[in-house]
């Protein structure tokens, strides 16, 4: 007897295959199972659209240039050296 892929394997596994699709193209058999899933559940389907609108309205600002004379104001930088200092301190 020969072993049929399900369809239904769970969602959690659904929504990764979703954002390595995103990435990359999946091989067949995941793509395939993918495919199944989606067409099967709901809450995934919403998931990957979601997903998809997503990473498109963060590609600005992903790709967005960082200005070479950013800098981490004054107070900001104090208030981290204290939380180092006290986590540290914590820790020797
Ligand atoms: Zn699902």
Not at 66 to 84: D, E
Request: glycine share 2%; proline share 10%; with cysteine.
């Amino acid at each position: 007897m020969s072993r049929i892929p399900s369809p239904l394997f769970n969602c959690q596994q659904a929504t990764l295959l979703v954002e390595r699709r995103a990435a990359a193209p999946l091989p067949v058999r995941p793509r395939v199972q993918l495919w199944a899933h989606l067409h099967l559940c709901p809450h995934c389907r919403r998931y990957a659209l979601q997903s998809a609108r997503l990473a498109h309205a963060a590609r600005p600002a992903a790709e967005a240039a960082v200005p070479a004379n950013l800098a981490l104001p004054a107070a900001a930088r104090a208030r981290m050296q204290q939380l180092f200092d006290a986590h540290g301190s914590a820790q020797g």
